[in-house]
């Protein structure tokens, strides 16, 4: 406890691993881009990372996608600009416990707002993972995944081969192996 009875912020739990894939600088997604491979994907996981739209768009755009031989969409991340408004909606889309479609759906905000997004996959007990998703630091979906798992020569990228790049700059990328 520090000051007028606060409790100090528990640091994340990361087992002292370092990411494998660290980007600080901005990057702009282009179609089809491999960004990385990942030797070996393991069950337990997190994709962390910032974003700010710079363009207008009124579809959905590519984000990322991570595609191995026996591992899709996982995840899938996909973005829609309300023309309008310049309200955005993302959309993630894993392989969570037997559905290779499970999809999340959530508005982020307006285009000239930087977010912060953690897509993560926990070890819980059992053969199960916690697979959830934060936005801004506030939780927006979890659920129980009982068949994660590991695959081998993933790769990781920008955008994917059904949808545009969305037109975001994306910086402080980071996916952990657990």
């Given at each position: 406890?520090?000051?007028?009875?606060?409790?100090?912020?528990?640091?994340?739990?990361?087992?002292?691993?370092?990411?494998?894939?660290?980007?600080?600088?901005?990057?702009?997604?282009?179609?089809?881009?491999?960004?990385?491979?990942?030797?070996?994907?393991?069950?337990?996981?997190?994709?962390?990372?910032?974003?700010?739209?710079?363009?207008?768009?009124?579809?959905?755009?590519?984000?990322?996608?991570?595609?191995?031989?026996?591992?899709?969409?996982?995840?899938?991340?996909?973005?829609?600009?309300?023309?309008?408004?310049?309200?955005?909606?993302?959309?993630?889309?894993?392989?969570?416990?037997?559905?290779?479609?499970?999809?999340?759906?959530?508005?982020?905000?307006?285009?000239?707002?930087?977010?912060?997004?953690?897509?993560?996959?926990?070890?819980?007990?059992?053969?199960?993972?916690?697979?959830?998703?934060?936005?801004?630091?506030?939780?927006?979906?979890?659920?129980?995944?009982?068949?994660?798992?590991?695959?081998?020569?993933?790769k990781m990228y920008f955008s994917?081969?059904?949808?545009?790049?969305?037109?975001?700059?994306?910086?402080?990328?980071?996916?952990?192996?657990?």
């Amino acid at each position: 406890y520090i000051g007028h009875n606060k409790p100090l912020g528990i640091p994340p739990n990361d087992h002292g691993i370092q990411p494998q894939i660290y980007h600080k600088e901005v990057i702009r997604p282009m179609k089809g881009q491999i960004f990385q491979t990942i030797d070996v994907l393991s069950p337990e996981w997190s994709l962390e990372f910032q974003f700010r739209a710079y363009d207008r768009f009124d579809r959905w755009g590519g984000l990322f996608d991570f595609k191995g031989p026996s591992i899709d969409k996982n995840p899938r991340v996909l973005l829609f600009q309300t023309p309008e408004t310049g309200q955005t909606r993302m959309r993630i889309i894993s392989s969570v416990s037997g559905n290779s479609l499970h999809a999340v759906e959530f508005t982020i905000g307006n285009m000239n707002e930087t977010n912060s997004v953690k897509i993560q996959q926990r070890y819980i007990s059992n053969g199960q993972y916690l697979y959830s998703v934060f936005l801004n630091g506030k939780e927006k979906h979890s659920t129980l995944n009982t068949m994660a798992k590991q695959d081998y020569n993933v790769k990781m990228y920008f955008s994917d081969g059904l949808h545009k790049p969305a037109q975001i700059d994306v910086w402080n990328l980071k996916h952990t192996n657990f």
